[in-house]
């Protein structure tokens, strides 16, 4: 017989680890990649692969030569940062500014803080919003859907519809003119507009989202959040006046509020441990999406709103602590 | 909607391989060994010394105290020596061990199978009589049962519940119970109720014995006041204030007794020696014990008296596999592993495990990687991720603010972890830490 085995219970693990939540992730962006290939073709192709492959090879490089550790790549969670990064970008974007982007990410984001779970703000935020104040213009170019599927750099761009009815509303026009400008409800959900490589197709974002919450990956609590609040937020605002500003719908549907709420609100190292603190934290981060696309100067907002609320998830852990057994008055008979 | 308990909560691999096995009487060993301690509180005080002459049901060693239990003589026979063995603690502890000849019975107890339905003790001679036969809690525990009968003053119990949740992956025992012995069972519900003076009992049974829910409700349709409650299937629903939240949307305060909130918990294997004790006049000399494993050739579920070397029960059950890497006494959450296979099955063995290599080792251990899946599962609400860090790093005060105390150490959130991390190993050591800390303060002031 063999040696006995001694040790505490519990005597048996669920199977669960961490390159199943990281791949699940990655599983879960498929959708949203497929989406990204068919409105934008060979941009989405270039961008996400270079993404992808620059930001395992950097965290590969950082934790074996740098950190003199053996290497983490396996456990999938460089390859989500890239492809997140990847549907942060416009598909048109230099290869060189994505290796940057990349390097930010990985270097900056989350390696100098000591790796996986450690990062106090999402990486690919972070890779994207260096790159989005550094270079404003490579950053704010959009490839028009399908028709320029064949180009990459030199694809033909246009406004994206945010930016349309931003602009338009500043200038006094009402709402319901301006919806005549950009794609229908319908068009808008499944992605027919310009912008990010993976930010366009709600519907492939709703997907992904839904097969993460089956295989338990996330819960609901910051999705529905983020999603709810800016869709009370913006609807208060649109029963005010409703052709002073645009409908809930528009704003959930355009400038990556899906891909924000679903994929880079919920990473697990920068968000909240309690459901109340994660209702709270997404909460924040739809009101200040809000705030920024109604009164800052940039049309979207979702990701500064994110990283905003990033900062607070320490101070957010450290008073909002899980509803405990027995929280509940006891309620004894007489 | 099946009820179920309020908050976190898992749901491992059920594995009830046994669960279609009725119970077979084990042949009395020739040689038991006997633990003076195998319930909570004191341990008991040996009666006998070596070369007396012992009868079944004969009390051997007398409790040490209020929270303490008698332990009767399993066999008949001659006691060998009283000294120590090394029981499922892993310790050194004292036992009587007595070698078996015959199965001579102490004459008073009735050894027929003759239902005996009718109540005639007063609540104080059932208590007493209990407290006499060292019932102890069955499912696990093994808290001297007559304490959970006598509330403190100014305390009223207004429901009793049993649990036949049987929520431990593997373990068949209460289930084979419920099937085998329902109507006993219920006379013994009556006893406790009795006893404890309420109108009201419960007994919670989790959905997967649909077999045991639909036996247990017919039979409990005789019984006024008694009455099955089903539940989702769902761990740790056992946990004696999951059970309440559960069958009766009441949440036991932090630090608090089941009585706080009325209600006082039983197992059914409890409820059912309570039977015996009071009608039959039976000690507690023998339980049924699951033996079982995904290895294991004939899965089996037992009726073995107390002191049996657990080796026994492992080759009646077809004996000890090859690809063997851990013997669990209990189910595999909360059950203790077994350094050796000649420990004895006591009060408290509700099953033996049998864990092939290589589900018996541990994965490596990965960071944090701050998921919140531990928090998401903890049915006390308590944040595992931080508790561990916090023991290891003997930040007790700040362990006692998070808590640590409130840990019912289920074990969800190690069995969780995508990270494999040893949280409940490091919260178990806190709670010990602090709960010294606690009591020393109470004591100076
Ligand atoms: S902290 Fe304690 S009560 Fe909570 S899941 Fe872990 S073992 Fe169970
Ligand atoms: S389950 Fe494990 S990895 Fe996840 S937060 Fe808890 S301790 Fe960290």
């Known amino acids: ?334 | 909607m099946l009820k179920t308990f309020s908050l976190g909560g898992v749901h491992p691999a059920e594995n009830k391989r046994s669960a279609n096995s009725p119970v077979e009487v084990l042949p009395v060993p020739p040689v038991v060994s006997i633990p003076l301690a195998q319930h909570i509180g004191a341990p008991a005080q040996a009666l006998v010394k070596k070369g007396d002459e012992v009868k079944v049901g004969q009390v051997i060693a007398q409790s040490a105290g209020f929270v303490s239990a008698n332990i009767h003589s399993p066999v008949s026979g001659k006691v060998a020596k009283v000294d120590q063995i090394v029981d499922a603690s892993g310790y050194r502890k004292d036992a009587i061990i007595i070698n078996t000849e015959g199965d001579e019975w102490v004459e008073d107890i009735d050894r027929s199978a003759i239902l005996v339905k009718e109540i005639t003790a007063s609540p104080e001679a059932i208590i007493k009589k209990i407290g006499e036969a060292g019932i102890v809690g069955l499912g696990g525990a093994t808290f001297p049962a007559h304490v959970k009968l006598s509330p403190p003053p100014g305390k009223t119990c207004d429901v009793l519940i049993i649990n036949g949740v049987e929520c431990e992956p593997y373990l068949t025992s209460d289930h084979r119970l419920m099937l085998e012995k329902g109507e006993e069972l219920l006379v013994g519900i009556r006893l406790l109720m009795t006893a404890l003076n309420v109108k009201k009992a419960i007994i919670g049974i989790e959905n997967n014995k649909p077999d045991a829910i639909a036996h247990m409700e017919k039979l409990a349709s005789e019984y006024e006041g008694v009455r099955v409650q089903p539940l989702k299937v769902q761990y740790p629903q056992g946990g004696e204030k999951q059970l309440i939240d559960a069958c009766m949307g009441r949440q036991v305060p932090s630090g608090k007794l089941p009585i706080e909130v009325g209600a006082v918990v039983h197992n059914v294997g409890t409820a059912y020696a309570v039977y015996e004790a009071v009608q039959k006049n039976k000690p507690l000399i023998e339980r049924i014990v699951t033996v079982t494993g995904l290895s294991l050739a004939r899965p089996a579920n037992f009726l073995t008296r107390i002191g049996t070397p657990i080796s026994v029960l492992i080759e009646a059950a077809g004996g000890l596999p090859d690809d063997t890497g851990k013997i669990i006494g209990g189910g595999p959450m909360m059950g203790k592993a077994l350094t050796s296979t000649e420990i004895p099955v006591t009060k408290g063995t509700s099953g033996i495990l049998l864990m092939p290599q290589p589900l018996a080792s541990r994965k490596p251990v990965d960071p944090c990687i701050r998921c919140s899946k531990c928090v998401s599962v903890c049915p006390m609400g308590l944040s595992p991720y931080l508790l561990m860090p916090l023991a290891e790093k003997a930040i007790w005060d700040r362990a006692e603010e998070e808590n640590i105390m409130d840990c019912i150490e289920c074990g969800s959130c190690s069995f969780t972890c995508p990270s494999s991390r040893p949280l409940l190993d490091y919260i178990r050591l806190g709670k010990a830490k602090v709960g010294q800390i606690m009591r020393s303060r109470t004591a100076t002031a």
């Open chain 1, 1 to 334: 017989m063999n040696k006995l085995i001694v040790s505490p219970s519990p005597h048996v693990h669920s199977g669960d680890s961490v390159q199943k939540n990281m791949y699940g992730v990655l599983l879960a962006l498929v959708p949203a990649l497929a989406a990204s290939v068919w409105f934008f073709g060979l941009g989405a192709l270039i961008v996400t692969l270079t993404s992808v492959l620059a930001c395992v090879l950097f965290e590969h490089l950082i934790q074996k030569y740098l950190l003199k550790k053996p290497s983490t790549i396996m456990d999938g969670s460089a390859a989500v940062t890239g492809l997140l990064l990847a549907f942060n970008l416009p598909t048109n974007i230099p290869l060189g500014l994505i290796i940057i982007g990349a390097a930010i990410a990985i270097g900056m984001g989350k390696m100098s803080f000591g790796g996986l779970g450690q990062n106090p703000f999402n990486p690919a935020l972070v890779g994207r919003v260096f790159l989005l104040i550094s270079f404003p213009v490579q950053m704010t170019s959009w490839p028009v859907p399908i028709a320029a599927r064949g180009a990459y750099i030199d694809a033909v761009t246009g406004p994206t519809p945010l930016s349309v009815v931003k602009e338009g509303l500043a200038a006094g026009r009402p709402f319901s003119e301006l919806t005549a400008e950009i794609p229908s409800y319908l068009n808008l959900f499944m992605g027919q507009m310009g912008g990010s490589a993976g930010e366009v197709a709600g519907v492939a974002l709703l997907l992904g989202l839904g097969y993460m919450l089956i295989k338990k990956i996330v819960t609901w609590h910051i999705p529905v959040a983020v999603v709810g609040s800016i869709a009370v937020f913006t609807g208060v605002l649109h029963l005010s006046d409703p052709q002073a500003y645009a409908s809930p719908l528009f704003h959930l549907l355009t400038g990556g509020v899906l891909l924000g709420a679903f994929f880079m609100a919920t990473d697990y190292a920068s968000s909240p441990m309690s459901k109340r603190g994660m209702l709270l934290y997404g909460a924040g981060i739809g009101i200040i999406t809000v705030l920024i696309r109604i009164y800052g100067s940039y049309p979207e907002g979702v990701s500064f709103a994110i990283l905003i609320m990033n900062a607070f998830t320490p101070l957010i852990d450290k008073y909002i602590k899980p509803k405990r057994f027995g929280e509940k008055p006891a309620v004894q008979k007489a």
